[in-house]
């Protein structure tokens, strides 16, 4: 845990979200730091809001929705991908699990006052459809750990933690996307081995002697433990946080934030049109 929360002051971070080329409303990290399982050779994910001056919005030449630096920075292995405010507000406003996570991540690299509106209209984002999101993606890592030659237990800990996050978020709306902390709720007796063997080992650890069987049920117990959370949820149909997104982004994109003066991107910093998470 004390690994996890230092990376947020860990200066290769902060030096890599200083170096943005366009103003921030956050930055925070995701993926196994935020999972709660990373390994000691784990790479950073760090993800964020970028705000594209007004002048590369209605001008000819559009600055970048989506941009990407992916390096090593004094050894330690970094992913930053950041979207412009009014492509991540868009994804809000789908039925995406990613950009929930991102808004609400509680390891805070980069924050404003803004953040902090954004934060309490997550709630107005989500709508009983983002089962589909965490559905979809349980299946795609089940996939990939049941295919695999040699399995691994990263796949095995991602499929859990999607289902235990989307069940958690069909019963209460809250984001919660740490794996240890659901199951202080979800008590299943074999994660705290997996997340142990995640922890204390590598990236690509194995698991050597894994009952597929028993994990095969598993799976799908909880995938249908979250359909039927869905079915049940008193969550809306549609969000109902359009209106105060909007006015948020024109504030944003006109205001002191969107008129600072951004830097080219280099080599490093990119566009990377397509990304969605």
Wanted: a neutral charge; aromatic letters at 6%.
């Amino acid at each position: 845990m004390t690994a996890t929360i230092s990376i947020v002051t860990d200066e290769r971070v902060l030096a890599e979200v200083a170096a943005a080329p366009y103003s921030l409303v956050f930055a925070t990290i995701s993926g196994a730091h935020l999972y709660g399982f990373p390994s000691a050779d784990s790479d950073v994910d760090i993800r964020g809001v970028h705000v594209l001056p007004p002048q590369e919005v209605v001008g000819l030449d559009i600055g970048p929705e989506t941009m990407q630096v992916s390096h090593v920075r004094g050894g330690l292995e970094i992913d930053l991908v950041t979207h412009d405010v009014r492509k991540f507000f868009r994804l809000l406003l789908r039925r995406n699990g990613y950009v929930l996570e991102q808004v609400c991540s509680p390891l805070i690299v980069h924050t404003t006052p803004e953040h902090a509106e954004l934060k309490a209209l997550v709630r107005g984002c989500v709508t009983r459809h983002h089962a589909y999101h965490y559905l979809g993606f349980a299946a795609t890592e089940w996939r990939r750990f049941e295919n695999a030659h040699y399995r691994r237990v990263k796949p095995l800990l991602y499929v859990y933690r999607v289902l235990l996050t989307g069940i958690h978020l069909m019963r209460t709306g809250e984001v919660e996307s740490n794996l240890v902390r659901l199951n202080a709720e979800f008590r299943l007796p074999y994660l705290a081995e997996l997340v142990a063997r995640k922890v204390e080992g590598m990236e690509r650890a194995l698991l050597p002697h894994v009952d597929l069987a028993f994990h095969t049920a598993e799976y799908a117990r909880l995938g249908e433990e979250l359909q039927r959370a869905r079915d049940q949820s008193s969550l809306p149909e549609k969000p109902s946080a359009h209106e105060a997104l909007n006015e948020l982004l024109l504030r944003l994109r006109l205001g002191p934030i969107g008129r600072a003066c951004s830097r080219a991107p280099d080599d490093q910093h990119r566009p990377a049109p397509g990304l969605c998470c």
